[in-house]
């Protein structure tokens, strides 16, 4: 008799003593709010990505929709984006009271195709907003070299692509705001967070204000000096991370390269597992990029995949689905009024993806435990 195979998890964190001390070390402080160890993260996380500034936020989200509200973009705007992608990235375009015009992604990547951006845009467009996915670049320079000429800003989604670069490009180096999540399966974890990097003097500024309900000066202003009277300068929103959770990544910032060499490790062995299996499929990663190497997806044939599912779960093997085409969610359909048909390339991605388990505590032998249950999976189609 065999033992049954240990559960193979679908995601665990990476955090270490470390990190730990770090944050006890802000608990046993007085200040747990945004203060001094929010600066000091943002300004180690802005020096990692060669930004000029970075803000410490709750969420991605929170962070796309901020930079959307300091481009000043509201009711009667169109923002161009992709349709596969989490459904954070347009929600926040509707939030603001603008449009999301979506447009088809790229058949071998599943990200943004650029090429079919400039069909897209009408005189009330006012931004794109790419998504790096699963740590894969969109084509950077081919879509500014779009949006510079017509002045449209570009808001990054960079929430799987704190380590991506192509062609000599990294996240928010060509865009506006590129937007971070620290969302607890997220390459760089505090359970929740995000932050926004950007360039432009201006635009930090408007960022600080909105994330703090437009207020002058911020709590660490406030009472570690004498105190100081505020004002309200716009209507701004609560959305500042706090000391407690940057604490959390201050070191985690360090390790991110030798974990990127993990799972790009692991990626390549599941491709190299996955290549003589016909039916099984997986994005493509140019070999000249870098790609963060967030999540690894497969794609299976579409009437297969949810017994897939179902079939890896029942053996011990953890998954997820990243993502289905967003605009064929109900609200979007009952709202918007989109039908199957509209975006083939994403509806097809999103009725054949499954996301495998990836981190860089993972070993060969689970990967090769879920290379062989897919194996076996494919067999029977
Ligand atoms: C996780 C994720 C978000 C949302 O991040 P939060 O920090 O949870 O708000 C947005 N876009 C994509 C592509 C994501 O994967």
């Known amino acids: 008799m065999t033992d049954k195979p240990s559960r193979v998890e679908f995601y665990r964190h990476a955090v270490r003593d470390e990190d730990i001390e770090a944050v006890t070390q802000v608990l046993r402080s007085i200040f747990l709010t945004t203060g001094p160890v929010t600066g000091t993260f943002e300004q180690k996380f802005a020096a990692h990505m060669g930004a000029r500034h970075a803000v410490g936020v709750t969420s991605c989200t929170a962070g796309l929709f901020l930079s959307l509200k300091a481009l000043g973009i509201g009711p009667g705007d169109e923002v161009i984006t992709t349709p596969m992608t989490f459904i954070a990235t347009a929600n926040t375009i509707l939030h603001t009271g603008a449009t999301p015009v979506f447009v088809d992604v790229e058949a071998d990547t599943g990200n943004l195709d650029v090429t079919r951006v400039e069909a897209a845009i009408t005189p009330r467009t006012k931004a794109v907003m790419p998504v790096h996915l699963y740590g894969h670049m969109v084509d950077m320079k081919a879509l500014a070299a779009i949006c510079e000429p017509r002045q449209l800003s570009i808001i990054e989604d960079c929430a799987h692509a704190v380590e991506s670069e192509r062609d000599g490009v990294r996240p928010g180096q060509l865009g506006t705001t590129a937007n971070f999540s620290f969302y607890a399966t997220k390459n760089l974890t505090s359970g929740e967070g995000g932050a926004v990097t950007t360039n432009d003097d201006h635009i930090n500024d408007q960022l600080r204000l909105l994330r703090q309900h437009g207020m002058s000066k911020n709590a660490a202003d406030r009472y570690t000096k004498r105190y100081q009277h505020y004002d309200m300068e716009l209507l701004g929103y609560k959305y500042n991370l706090p000391d407690v959770l940057a604490a959390l990544m201050v070191h985690q910032i360090d390790r991110l390269g030798e974990q990127l060499e993990r799972r790009e490790a692991l990626c390549q062995r599941y491709e190299r597992g996955f290549q003589d299996v016909e039916r099984v499929n997986f994005p493509i990663v140019q070999p000249n990029n870098t790609s963060a190497r967030h999540l690894f997806?497969?794609?299976?044939?579409?009437?297969?995949?949810?017994?897939?599912?179902?079939?890896?779960?029942?053996?011990?093997?953890?998954?997820?689905?990243?993502?289905?085409?967003?605009?064929?969610?109900?609200?979007?359909?009952?709202t918007m009024g989109f039908t199957p048909g509209t975006f083939p390339e994403a509806e097809r991605i999103g009725n054949q993806t499954i996301t495998l388990p990836l981190y860089p505590d993972m070993k060969d032998e689970q990967v090769d435990r879920v290379i062989d249950a897919i194996r076996t999976i494919a067999a029977t189609w």
């Open 297 to 334: 997806t497969i794609w299976v044939p579409g009437e297969h995949r949810d017994d897939t599912i179902a079939a890896l779960q029942d053996d011990g093997i953890g998954v997820a689905v990243n993502y289905r085409a967003l605009h064929l969610m109900r609200y979007y359909r009952e």
